[in-house]
C-alpha cells in the first residue's frame, strides 16, 4: 500500500489522504477510478458522473463504491465489500469529508478555486 511507505498525497495529482482503519491512505481518482465509477453509476460521460456527485445526495453504498475507486486508484487494493468494513474517526460524517474532498480534488479547477457569478 503506497501511503504506508511514507508517501503523501500530491494534490496536483488530485491525491487527498486520509486515516481509514487507523491508517493514513492515499486516495486518487485517476481516469481509470473515474472510469469505474461511470459504469458502477451509469453515467454517459465525466460531466454526467460530476452532476450526480454534486446533487449532495449520496447513499452509502455510493460512498463505498467512491472511496473504493479513490483507494484502489491510489494504490491500495481493496474491494468494496473491504472498504464497506473499514472505520473511518466521525463515522458516516467522515466518510463524506472523503468522499467530498475527493471530488474536489478531482473536479475542482487548477488552483481549487470554483468560479463565482457575480
Do not use: H, W
Amino acid at each position: 500500500m503506497r501511503a504506508a511507505s511514507g508517501a503523501r498525497a500530491n494534490r496536483r495529482r488530485g491525491e487527498i489522504e486520509a486515516v481509514i482503519d487507523g491508517e493514513r491512505r492515499i486516495l486518487c481518482l485517476t481516469l481509470g477510478a473515474l472510469a469505474e465509477l461511470e459504469t458502477a453509476f451509469a453515467a454517459g460521460d465525466l460531466n454526467g458522473l460530476a452532476e450526480r456527485f454534486s446533487s449532495g445526495r449520496l447513499k452509502a453504498a455510493d460512498m463505498i463504491r467512491i472511496i473504493g475507486a479513490g483507494l484502489r486508484g491510489g494504490g491500495n487494493l481493496f474491494c468494496d465489500d473491504d472498504v464497506a468494513a473499514m472505520s473511518i474517526d466521525d463515522g458516516v460524517a467522515g466518510y463524506a469529508r472523503i468522499v467530498g474532498e475527493l471530488m474536489e480534488a478531482t473536479f475542482a479547477p487548477p488552483g481549487g478555486e470554483v468560479p463565482q457569478n457575480p
